[in-house]
């Protein structure tokens, strides 16, 4: 099997998580080693953003999500990828990582990894109305909904609260918007029959 090369580097929790990335990619590696991501971390990670690009690459729960916003908020411009929960799970032990997702989903996951843009940068038409109407901030399958947009955007899981600045974080635009509720939809629809 010949590995894919990726250009930037991967910014991941663990040596576990590196060595599975290894054995299907060509990259590089940055391990945070926890949720408490050092200021000598935050310098390598901005370091490897002017050379060559980073794609922060965490786990899909609280630690992970911690990690991906400390990273943001000191590193402007990087990139991230999403796994979903159920693809990064383990069934056997009942754990979440970037090391059990199958490499189908690490693949989807890195060739979507999108640029996150602050408050200042972003901009976009998609507003909280627009959520309401799309059945994605209450009511019945609220949640799930926001899961399944979330991969079908590349943009992760988000809360209600969440979900209009992620929208903005990564500039979903107007048309990326009604493809993807689209798309929802007919998932929906398709479930349901």
């Not at 794609?55 to 908020?73: E, L």
């Not at 109305?129 to 209450?138: N, R, S």
């Not at 609220?142 to 209600?160: C, D, H, S």
């Not at 992620?166 to 509720?181: C, H, K, M, N, T």
Request: with cysteine.
């Amino acid at each position: 099997m010949t590995r894919k090369s990726i250009k930037e580097i991967i910014v991941v929790e663990g040596k576990n998580d590196t060595l599975k990335l290894r054995r299907y990619f060509d990259c590089d590696t940055i391990e945070t080693n926890g949720s408490a991501v050092s200021f000598a971390v935050i310098e390598r990670v901005r370091l490897a953003n002017a050379r060559r690009g980073v794609i922060v690459f965490t786990d899909p729960d609280f630690p992970g999500g911690k990690i991906r916003q400390t990273i943001d908020d000191e590193v402007s411009g990087v990139k991230h990828a999403f796994l979903p929960k159920e693809a990064a799970k383990d069934e056997q032990k009942g754990k979440i990582g970037i090391e059990h997702a199958a490499l189908a989903d690490l693949q989807y996951a890195l060739e979507h990894a999108k640029v996150s843009y602050s408050e200042e940068e972003a901009k976009t038409f998609v507003t909280s109305d627009d959520l309401l109407q799309a059945g994605l901030t209450a009511g019945e399958g609220a949640r799930r909904k926001r899961e399944r947009l979330g991969i079908i955007l590349g943009i992760g899981y988000a809360n209600a609260k969440q979900l209009e600045k992620r929208l903005r974080q990564f500039q979903i635009s107007r048309q990326e918007w009604a493809d993807a509720v689209n798309k929802l939809e007919k998932e929906l629809r398709d479930d349901n029959e």
